[in-house]
């Protein structure tokens, strides 16, 4: 069942939003994702910014012409129309990044701190424990942590890109992958 479009919870990090939205796509649909990126070519080729370049991590690009026929495009939407009244964005870029434990990811931004873009972040799950870690963390400018997000199963995370974060890979008790589809979007102008 898809639930009305609200927010779980909303939170601002130095006056930058971040928005939680669960169950905006029906299990069926989230159980195909999940069956696609068990089964999507990942390389360790991504890095969080360019100091931290040694430590890749794992990525499975998406082509965007395919992002847009996507169930959970329509929900992405919907969210960007709820956070960002009367503003247009496109994407610009979707991959899934894949996390285990001992995995090592790094604290970064999306876009420069005068950047007009939002990152939405999906996780792809069908059962999450919370011992099992692997939350997304936000910070502010002094790198005090700020919000938290769970990696609950089939969960939005819609955030300003210039806010830093990282996701933290999932705990030695958990051997399920963390996985977390981004779409990074970038302001198109009025809708």
Same mark, same amino acid.
């Given at each position: ?5 609200? *927010?779980?919870? /909303?939170? &601002? ?5 971040? @928005?939680? @939205?669960?169950?905006?796509? *029906?299990?069926s ?5 999940? +069956? ?5 070519? @990942? ?7 360019? +100091?931290?370049?040694?430590?890749? /991590?794992?990525v499975?690009?998406? *082509?965007?012409?395919? &992002? ?6 329509g929900?992405? +939407? ?7 009244p009367?503003?247009?964005?496109r ?12 995995? %090592? ?18 996780f @792809?799950?069908? /059962?999450w ?7 997304? %963390? ?7 942590? %700020? ?10 995370? &819609?955030f300003?890109?210039?806010?830093? /974060? ?10 399920? *992958? ?6 990074? &979007? ?6």
């Amino acid at each position: 069942m898809i639930t009305e479009l609200l *927010p779980a919870r /909303h939170g &601002l990090v130095e006056g930058r939003d971040v @928005f939680v @939205f669960d169950g905006l796509v *029906p299990d069926s649909d989230l159980a195909q994702y999940v +069956e696609a990126v068990e089964s999507a070519p @990942f390389t360790r080729t991504e890095s969080a910014k360019h +100091e931290t370049a040694e430590y890749k /991590h794992w990525v499975s690009e998406a *082509p965007l012409a395919n &992002l847009t026929q996507l169930p959970l495009w329509g929900a992405t +939407e919907r969210a960007i129309a709820y956070a960002r009244p009367g503003e247009s964005y496109r994407p610009y870029r979707a991959y899934t990044n894949y996390a285990a434990y001992g995995d %090592m990811l790094c604290t970064h931004t999306d876009c420069h701190p005068d950047g007009r873009e939002l990152t939405a972040l999906w996780f @792809f799950s069908m /059962h999450w424990e919370s011992e099992w870690g692997g939350e997304t %963390m936000f910070f502010d400018s002094s790198g005090d942590a %700020m919000f938290c997000a769970s990696p609950k199963p089939g969960r939005l995370v &819609l955030f300003d890109g210039a806010i830093a /974060h990282v996701g933290r890979p999932p705990s030695r008790l958990c051997y399920a *992958p963390r996985y977390t589809f981004a779409i990074k &979007l970038a302001l198109d102008g009025p809708a």
